[in-house]
């Protein structure tokens, strides 16, 4: 399974990004789609997440992204808005995936993006 995550970049402040990760391989089923983020000198935080019963976002976030999912396609999509100097940050996918009927789901991970944010 792999991810290749896309659309990072500089941006200014109250400016927008939007985020794609998408997963490729050999896959059966994806449960959770997970957005986190990293900023220098700080731990890794959860950003969003979704699954068939909805999303849920870090308080940080919350009103300003929205994570979306394309089943169709096997991505994952995070649309950023009024972004703000302190979102800047290494952002990756993580997704929750079984690979055969039956078969445990796993966490798999993506490569990270970098958002930066300008005051």
């Known amino acids: 399974v792999q991810l290749q995550a896309s659309g990072g970049g500089l941006v200014q402040a109250g400016g927008s990004l939007r985020l794609s990760c998408a997963v490729s391989g050999s896959i059966f089923s994806i449960n959770l789609m997970a957005w986190y983020r990293q900023a220098p000198g700080k731990q890794g935080e959860l950003v969003a997440s979704?699954?068939?019963?909805?999303?849920n976002y870090a308080d940080a976030v919350k009103g300003r992204f929205t994570i979306s999912r394309d089943n169709a396609k096997n991505t994952v999509y995070l649309q950023m808005n009024t972004l703000k100097p302190e979102d800047t940050a290494v952002y990756s996918c993580?997704?929750?995936?079984?690979?055969?009927?039956?078969?445990?789901?796993?966490?798999?991970w993506g490569q990270g993006t970098q958002v930066t944010v300008s005051s």
């Open positions: 979704i699954s068939s019963t909805g999303a």
């Open positions: 993580s997704v929750f995936v079984s690979q055969r009927r039956g078969s445990n789901y796993n966490t798999y």
